[in-house]
């Protein structure tokens, strides 16, 4: 079956920097992204990796290794608006995508 | 501004009735979706559609039925056969379905409740 893993929650501390991972097994890969969804609220595009390495963008940064189904999504300089729920999903050999649960962020002062 | 906008934002439902989840988009987008959202889980897909007057099942259908007569209209009803229907409802869209860099643009969600 198809799967993506990511932690359920995690907690940082504001101004620093937290990395939240993705781990998959699907069929086929058409490509990855991290969505960022506040509480009771749509999901926001942050990313789209296709090719293995390290995509910046500002304060956000996202990681793909293709040959380990692994990504991760790379939160610096954290302020409060950061907390959030993190979603991680791969788009697959059929183009359609798979979701993760999510990775609740709680951010504290 | 182009968006997506759902109604109603919150619902409440007795059981054994159909209720009818409302989707627009203004960004000319080929491809539209229903997810539904729980606790502790990813995304289900519900149905889709890429173009006008046609629509697939995704992995969860059973108890929804979906139209699609507008491009930028695609209503969700949530019909009496589905068991467990209370859930928070996020209608999508994007350019179309089977390119790589397919990103989808939400909704703001429809959080239905049955009593």
């Known amino acids: 079956g198809q799967n993506i893993d990511q932690p359920t929650e995690m907690t940082a501390t504001e101004g620093a920097i937290v990395q939240i991972n993705c781990t998959y097994q699907t069929s086929g890969f058409n490509g990855l992204f991290w969505y960022q969804q506040h509480a009771g609220e749509a999901p926001t595009f942050l990313s789209y990796n296709v090719l293995d390495g390290l995509e910046e963008k500002g304060r956000f940064s996202s990681f793909l290794s293709r040959s380990k189904g692994y990504s991760y999504l790379l939160l610096k300089e954290l302020q409060m608006k950061d907390s959030a729920s993190y979603l991680c999903?791969?788009?697959?050999?059929?183009?359609?995508?798979?979701w993760g649960a999510g990775t609740k962020l709680i951010i504290k002062p | 501004d182009g968006g997506i906008t759902q109604s109603p934002k919150y619902l409440f439902r007795k059981e054994g009735q159909n209720v009818t989840l409302s989707c627009e988009q203004n960004l000319n987008h080929d491809a539209m979706y229903w997810y539904r959202q729980d606790p502790g889980q990813g995304l289900r897909l519900i149905y889709y559609s890429q173009i006008v007057n046609d629509f697939q099942k995704g992995d969860i259908a059973e108890g929804y039925s979906v139209s699609r007569e507008k491009k930028e209209s695609f209503p969700l009803t949530v019909t009496s056969a589905q068991k467990n229907p209370t859930a928070f409802y996020l209608c999508?869209?994007?350019?179309?379905?089977?390119?790589?860099?397919?990103?989808?643009?939400f909704g703001a969600g429809s959080r239905l409740t049955v009593l």
């Open positions: 999903a791969v788009l697959d050999s059929n183009y359609q995508l798979i």
């Open positions: 999508a869209s994007s350019i179309d379905i089977g390119t790589g860099a397919n990103v989808l643009t």
